[in-house]
């Protein structure tokens, strides 16, 4: 493999490890190069970011080398951290919040029942967002996993308690329970 696509790979490579990084060793290992080639080619980057004022560098701590941005940024990234940014919901996936917000604990099933269309999208969406949790398993056939609210739920939507959700309109609830009775009384 020439230098470029070392390069282009190196880079890649301490991209995807993160904050954990790579050693020299594991970094030979994965290109199938000698040591003494992964220092030329972290030299080169490092002059790479140096050389063209780029918003990247290379910091080695120990034996491990992490891609990071440069120190004399970081104001920059304070301030964007200090931004808020938009975390729109979509209407999917509001409808089901609202739904586990006010029947929780409750199944992916009796969510779909509720707004009667598939749900796995939204629910998806809600955990990777962390404002849902799974709260254990139902005690019926099949054993589904019950969702519930978490903290996270509460910080976004400035709540301190669940008991802070505004109340359902009554006509939602009368409306409920008329639909409970006629299913009832149909069985």
Same mark, same amino acid.
């Given at each position: 493999m +020439?230098? =470029? ?10 991209f995807?490890s993160?904050e954990?990084?790579l050693?020299? =060793?594991? %970094?030979?290992?994965?290109?199938q190069v000698?040591? @003494? *080639?992964?220092q030329l080619?972290?030299?080169?980057l490092? &002059?790479? &970011?140096?050389?063209e004022? $780029? ?5 080695q701590? @120990?034996? &491990? !080398? ?9 104001s920059?990234?304070?301030? %964007?951290?200090?931004? #808020?940014?938009?975390? $729109?919901?979509s209407? @999917?996936?509001?409808e *089901?919040?609202?739904?586990i ?8 099933? +009796?969510?779909?029942?509720? $707004? ?8 998806n969406?809600?955990l ?6 799974? @709260?254990? $398993? ?8 019950l969702?519930? *609210?978490? =903290? ?13 959700? #505004?109340?359902l ?7 409920n329970i008329?639909?409970?009775?006629d299913?009832? !009384?149909s =069985?």
């Amino acid at each position: 493999m +020439e230098l =470029k696509s070392l390069k282009a790979v190196t880079e890649g490579l301490l991209f995807a490890s993160g904050e954990e990084g790579l050693s020299k =060793k594991q %970094l030979s290992n994965v290109l199938q190069v000698d040591e @003494a *080639t992964v220092q030329l080619v972290i030299d080169e980057l490092k &002059y790479d &970011y140096d050389d063209e004022q $780029r918003g990247l560098t290379i910091m080695q701590s @120990a034996d &491990y !080398f992490h891609l990071t941005t440069k120190p004399e940024h970081a104001s920059y990234f304070e301030r %964007l951290v200090q931004t #808020p940014t938009s975390s $729109r919901l979509s209407q @999917a996936a509001l409808e *089901t919040l609202a739904i586990i917000a006010y029947k929780q604990p409750i199944t992916r099933t +009796e969510i779909e029942e509720i $707004r009667g269309v598939n749900s796995d999208g939204p629910v998806n969406t809600l955990l990777s967002r962390t404002l849902i949790q799974e @709260a254990g $398993r139902k005690e019926t056939s099949g054993r589904p996993i019950l969702f519930a *609210t978490t =903290k996270q739920f509460l910080t976004f939507f400035g709540l301190t308690s669940l008991e802070e959700l #505004p109340p359902l309109p009554e006509e939602l609830i009368e409306d409920n329970i008329e639909e409970e009775v006629d299913l009832f !009384f149909s =069985k």
